[in-house]
């Protein structure tokens, strides 16, 4: 089955500072790689994904990603983070019909 | 226009209740799921149609009934409801595999 680990529960980080938040993949085949993200009450938002292509994906509020197959990640990034930016992160993988999600990563930016 | 939409927004009941969420998509998305988020915010998949048919029927109680009138409605019905059923919970469309969107959730709380 296909799954998908985000080993950090929480990643803190300085405003202006670059951020990376981690997240692994295990599949067979070729993925299908997303990240979303929860702000507080509020629902899940697309931020970008992979499919096929260049490895390096661009997406929502200057996030981006890279996929990188030896090393089975597929970790988002941005250069400099914003405090808007502090919310619930989510790494997901496309298993048949449905999405498979980690667990979970809370990044907190701070001024 | 609200995408993927769901009702009620919050859901207060007593335990033994029995009660229904709504959820709509006008993006003409043949596939609807139902996803639960506990309150470690872990999300899983319950439930998914396609077209109005049931295709994915993860290991969840018989007292959750998900029911599609027609490829753009999939409500969820659920019985005799208990404490450990509360969580929120997330209706989400995708017209294939590579692109789903998500309602803003319902928060269930059983007392």
């Known amino acids: 089955a296909q799954s998908v680990a985000q080993p950090e529960d929480q990643v803190n980080v300085a405003e202006g500072n670059p951020l990376t938040v981690k997240c692994t993949y295990s599949?067979?085949?070729?993925?299908?790689l997303f990240w979303y993200v929860q702000y507080p009450n509020r629902g899940l938002q697309f931020l970008l994904k992979?499919?096929?292509?260049?490895?390096l994906v661009k997406g929502s509020y200057g996030f981006e990603a890279e996929f990188n197959k030896s090393q089975t990640s597929f970790h988002l990034k941005k250069p400099s983070a914003l405090v808007s930016d502090s919310a619930l992160y989510f790494c997901?993988?496309?298993?048949?019909?449905?999405?498979?999600f980690g667990q979970g990563t809370t990044l907190q930016v701070k001024p | 226009d609200t995408a993927v939409s769901q009702t009620p927004k919050y859901l207060v009941t007593q335990m033994g209740n029995d009660k229904s969420i709504k959820c709509e998509q006008n993006?003409?998305?043949?596939?609807m799921y139902w996803y639960k988020q506990d309150s470690k915010k872990f999300l899983k998949i319950m439930f998914s149609?396609?077209?109005?048919?049931?295709?994915i029927n993860e290991t969840v109680p018989n007292r959750f009934s998900p029911k599609s009138p027609d490829k753009a409605h999939l409500n969820l019905h659920i019985n005799s409801l208990e404490l450990g059923d509360s969580a929120v919970y997330f209706c989400?469309?995708?017209?294939?595999?590579?692109?789903?969107?998500f309602g803003s959730g319902t928060r269930l709380t059983v007392v």
């Open positions: 989400a469309s995708s017209p294939g595999p590579t692109g789903y969107t």
């Open positions: 599949v067979s085949g070729n993925p299908y």
């Open positions: 992979y499919i096929t292509g260049d490895n």
């Open positions: 997901a993988v496309r298993d048949k019909n449905k999405l498979i």
């Open positions: 993006l003409g998305h043949d596939t």
């Open positions: 149609y396609n077209n109005k048919e049931l295709i």
